[in-house]
């Protein structure tokens, strides 16, 4: 569930950065996954890969030039993280699983909710490190003034540690979900068996 | 979530050792309360508090971690030698906050995430300090003027040595005979007792031989310095080594091998900053400013976080001292140690994978039939 997170450690230090990163998959994600399923009948297998990079590349240069046009701040503050969607395992992945064997409909679908699930996996560690390491949450202030913001939360090791704990949680809840689901199995044979 | 004990059928021999984990523990921490008082008593009260801050929310993290976990380990003293060394690294006029902080997160994230004391791969203390360090990189560089010193005045800051050097070097373009030369040019104070026992031993002593002590070297050795709270008087650490060796509680092989390769590094390339050529840097005052003997007995020799063979050790010592070495000279930060500590920390298991002694009957190249 960690893939195609490369991005997480840059762009995760405030709220706005990553809900833009998110945006911006998103867009490009049901873009891409929209037209590769278009033409997924008329690509020869061989050449399958670099259609699909093309593809992506020109929804990626498509969002990069539009955030320079119009947001400058953002397109900054951001840096080569937008470019480097193109080589994001994520949306590829979803174009060469995905919508290389289904149809346009589905194929939107299910980017949108890849899109939307990242931009969640994005945001969340972005709030949290905006709240500790600068007291805002999406530029408005959240904690007082007495509050010291922890620094170190918007550098590098705040991510691995917010994506650590995050992690560990969906675990932790995975584990809960399959514990459950045994106990249901067991009860449901008890009762048969009954 | 109940962690199984695993019970490990070996054959002969079976090494018994009649030290338990807390007893080893309260040990260290007896041998490192002097040099905790002489911190009080030069920086005032205030010192105290840090300390029992820092202890105070270790114990009650670790006793609440491990309420949580159905296990009781608040008495084995780690959490309290953990706590205990978070406070002897930090400046003695530190918001109490941050000693707090650093605490809970050396137990909490650095020790119990990856399943408490024996599985932690990274020195707990030492990284709390450094996840405060770069959160409140200027309360925590904020040093006090010791008790002794000329200019001592309650609650007035002044710089670190090493810190001094650091900010007087960035545009240094002359020639200086070396640190305790270069403080000496800037105007950086001495005590009084730093004077008279440098020419006590000037007289007595060295003078006989032909030799002469530069004042400074004194105040350095006693701790009368500006500096974390514990890591101040050498010769109080020291003295607690000395009983951490009796007891064999640390070895040799991470202390030698760390300060050789340091004081090296530094005899050769130290004078070089000073715009003087090789082979003429500082290795005494080297040895005795910021946290190194705290570090390097105290912390660099933490058994969870260092290597278990004799080979292993004196890797990772050689590789913390190149470390240190390189980030006081040439780091941007004046100390280094820390860091180093902590970067050699992540080396560990690859450490002790290749230098696992080879089983007995079996050839060192895999053959062996």
């Known amino acids: ?194 | 979530m109940n962690r199984e004990v695993d019970l490990l059928v070996t054959t002969s021999p079976q090494i018994h050792h009649p030290d338990s984990t807390a007893k080893i523990m309260w040990t260290v921490v007896i041998c490192l309360v002097p040099a905790g008082i002489w911190g009080v008593f030069l920086f005032g009260g205030k010192a105290l508090l840090v300390i029992i801050s820092s202890i105070v929310s270790a114990l009650v993290t670790e006793f609440i971690i491990a309420k949580l976990l159905k296990r009781f380990t608040v008495l084995d003293g780690s959490a309290f030698l953990t706590g205990l060394l978070v406070g002897y690294n930090m400046p003695p006029g530190v918001p109490l906050y941050i000693p707090a902080i650093a605490s809970i997160f050396a137990i909490a994230v650095v020790k119990w995430t990856f399943g408490g004391l024996g599985a932690n791969w990274m020195n707990p203390a030492l990284a709390g300090r450094v996840f405060v360090f770069f959160s409140w990189t200027g309360s925590m560089t904020n040093w006090r003027v010791p008790r002794f010193l000329t200019t001592h005045v309650d609650g007035v800051t002044m710089a670190s040595p090493l810190g001094f050097i650091k900010a007087g070097l960035y545009d240094f373009t002359g020639t200086s005979p070396g640190p305790i030369a270069f403080l000496k040019a800037g105007g950086y104070p001495l005590s009084a007792l730093d004077q008279s026992v440098t020419n006590w031993i000037n007289t007595s002593v060295l003078n006989p031989l032909g030799a002469s002590l530069k004042g400074g070297y004194v105040d350095l050795f006693l701790g009368i310095v500006p500096g974390c709270i514990g890591e101040v008087s050498a010769l109080l650490l020291l003295l607690g080594t000395v009983y951490l060796f009796i007891k064999k509680i640390i070895t040799w092989e991470i202390p030698v091998s760390y300060l050789f390769v340091f004081g090296l590094l530094i005899w050769i390339f130290g004078g070089l900053r000073f715009n003087n050529g090789l082979f003429t840097g500082d290795v005494m005052f080297n040895f005795f400013t910021g946290g190194l003997i705290l570090g390097v007995f105290y912390m660099a020799t933490d058994m969870v976080t260092s290597p278990l063979t004799t080979k292993g050790k004196l890797i990772f010592g050689a590789g913390a001292g190149f470390m240190t070495f390189l980030i006081r000279v040439y780091g941007s930060f004046p100390e280094g140690v820390s860091l180093a500590i902590i970067f050699m920390n992540i080396f560990v298991p690859l450490i002790n994978k290749y230098t696992k002694p080879v089983r007995f009957g079996v050839s060192p190249r895999g053959g062996g039939k």
């Open chain 1, 1 to 194: 569930m960690i893939l195609g997170l490369c991005p997480a450690l840059a762009v995760t230090n405030s709220a706005v950065n990553a809900l833009t990163m998110g945006i911006a998959v998103i867009f490009v994600l049901t873009g891409s996954n929209a037209i590769v399923s278009l033409i997924r009948n008329i690509v020869p297998k061989q050449v399958r890969i670099a259609t699909y990079i093309v593809i992506i590349a020109t929804f990626v240069t498509m969002v990069d030039l539009f955030l320079k046009a119009y947001y400058l701040e953002l397109s900054k503050a951001l840096g080569p993280y937008v470019p480097l969607i193109v080589v994001n395992c994520v949306i590829l992945g979803r174009a060469e699983t995905f919508a290389s064997k289904n149809k346009i409909g589905l194929s939107f679908i299910d980017a949108l909710g890849i899109g939307a699930g990242f931009t969640i996996t994005l945001v969340v560690p972005g709030g949290i490190r905006e709240i500790l390491g600068m007291r805002t949450f999406f530029g408005i202030p959240v904690l007082g003034e007495s509050f010291k913001p922890w620094v170190v939360m918007l550098l590098p090791p705040g991510a691995f540690v917010t994506l650590g704990f995050m992690l560990g949680a969906k675990n932790l809840i995975d584990q809960k979900i399959a514990e459950r689901k045994r106990t249901a199995n067991m009860e449901s044979r008890i009762k048969l068996s009954a």
